[in-house]
């Protein structure tokens, strides 16, 4: 008998002994009061009582990240057709809020993967890349003729940029995954020149009505993968500390390629009657639905 238990079909158990970083406050208000907010098999999600912040706690620790995505873009992107061609429709509907902004000048993209947003940008920028995962990063360097060679390997907070020097800093779908976001927001602040943009896009919302009805069965939460639910409201509790000021806000969902919004409206309004009845049903996964993802903008003041 297999008694694993399952998420999604991936066996998260397996990484739960790298699970060591346990945080006592929260990171954005630095309240000590939290609550429980779900669990899946063994890990457990809070929620601040005073912000709202969500977070796994305890979580996985960068090591066992590394074990976990090693091998990832290969396992979960290149070999999926369908998904790959939705994520690029997503791409240009990400760049077209960033350029609604700002379309050049020298721009980093955190957590870029194999270079894949970094392509459909304005090439009137200077490109810019880093990412932890080598492999993804050999992909770019060998895929991108114009910015391959600007893609670097690590974490943002070691790489040596010179401060001041980006116009642009974008992260997309990247801030929920890592285990120090505050450190990396203040580094993106040194890394921005003044009036400079910081751009979250792709980033699951913990404020959300699908969140807050679905919990561990909303379609972005995810163990392993994604350590914080974080909000405008809460992002901008970081941003503030360090003179990122938010500028703009948005939630796509109407025109993405997730949405199938006749369909979703009948699985919430399904879902909502099933709470009703029964307060500790076991949903089915969440639809894509409005505010699940947003689209922030921050200014370096
Ligand atoms: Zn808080």
């Known amino acids: 008998m297999d008694n694993k238990i399952l998420f999604r079909d991936e066996d998260l158990e397996q990484f739960s002994k790298w699970r060591t970083i346990e945080k006592d406050k929260c990171i954005a208000c630095g309240s000590k009061q939290f609550s429980p907010w779900t669990t899946q098999g063994s890990y457990k999600a809070v929620q601040c009582d005073k912000c709202g912040l969500i977070w796994m706690n305890p979580f996985v620790n960068d090591e066992g990240l590394g074990k976990y995505y090693s091998d990832y873009i290969g396992r979960r992107r290149l070999n999926n057709d369908v ?30 993967n ?26 770019a360097k060998k895929s991108y003729n114009d910015f391959g060679g600007n893609i670097r390997c690590g974490a943002l907070q070691d790489a ?16 929920e995954h890592m285990t120090d976001p505050v450190s990396a927001i203040q580094k993106v602040s040194q890394l921005l020149k003044q009036g400079g943009y910081y751009f979250i896009t ?20 995810h163990p392993v993968q994604h350590i914080w639910h974080f909000s405008p409201k809460t992002l901008s509790l970081i941003c503030s500390k360090f003179g990122l000021q938010l500028m703009a806000k948005d939630f796509p969902y109407l ?35 409005w505010e699940n993802m947003m689209s922030l903008v921050f200014v370096k003041i």
């Not at 913990?206 to 807050?212: P, R, V």
């Open 202 to 221: 792709a980033t699951p919302n913990g404020d959300s009505f699908a969140a807050d009805l679905y919990r561990d069965k909303w379609t972005l939460f």
């Open 160 to 175: 040596p940029y010179e401060n001041a020097t980006f116009d642009v800093i974008s992260m997309r779908g990247t801030i």
């Open 255 to 289: 025109g993405t390629p997730y949405e199938k919004v006749r369909e979703d409206v009948k699985l919430v309004a399904a879902a909502i009657k099933l709470k009703e009845k029964n307060p500790s049903v076991e949903l089915p996964v969440s639809p894509p639905f």
């Open 83 to 112: 998904k790959m061609e939705q994520r690029k429709i997503q791409y240009q509907t990400d760049r077209d809020f960033i350029e609604h902004y700002i379309s050049d000048g020298k721009l980093l993209d955190v957590g870029c």
């Open 114 to 139: 194999g270079g894949f947003f970094l392509d459909v940008l304005s090439k009137k920028f200077e490109k810019h890349g880093i990412e932890i995962d080598p492999e993804a990063v050999a992909y």
